[in-house]
């Protein structure tokens, strides 16, 4: 579910504060590093949640997003969970701290619903151009006249 703009940008702040108060260290996808992908492990996510609600609005709080919001801490996923084809999960790895693990029929379903919605646009769109140049040719029919 679609949040508004306030809630993704007070969620961006919760993370990069969460990320400060986190101390650097070697071991594995600790939560920094979890954080950092813009994934709030359990622990943390009372704590998150707080910082969300409590955050102070800010005079450009409900403009649309910009790109580097959007592109931050896992936003645009958090916006579209329908877009996830399966589940999240902590791994072990270093360069992959996160992944997704779905079955053939979750992927399957999320990429025909994408291009599902994609083919519905496009001809809705054909369908709005075609009747804009049936009114424009209507009009210069009967201006010439």
Request: aromatic content about 6%; some cysteine; overall charge positive.
């Amino acid at each position: 579910m679609i949040q508004n703009p306030k809630y993704y940008r007070s969620r961006i702040k919760a993370i990069a504060h969460l990320i400060g108060q986190n101390p650097v260290n070697q071991e594995k996808n600790n939560d920094r590093i979890l954080l950092r992908n813009g994934y709030i492990p359990e622990n943390l996510k009372e704590q998150s949640e707080k910082l969300i609600a409590d955050a102070i609005p800010t005079e450009n709080t409900n403009l649309p997003l910009s790109f580097v919001e959007i592109c931050s801490f896992d936003t645009w996923f958090a916006m579209h969970p329908e877009k996830i084809a399966g589940t999240e999960f902590v791994t072990t790895s270093r360069e992959f701290p996160i992944m997704v693990r779905g079955t053939k029929d979750e992927i399957v379903s999320t990429l025909t619903a994408g291009i599902k919605d994609g083919k519905e646009k496009r001809i809705r769109l054909m369908k709005i151009q075609a009747d804009s140049k049936l009114k424009l040719l209507n009009l210069l029919n009967t201006v010439a006249v």
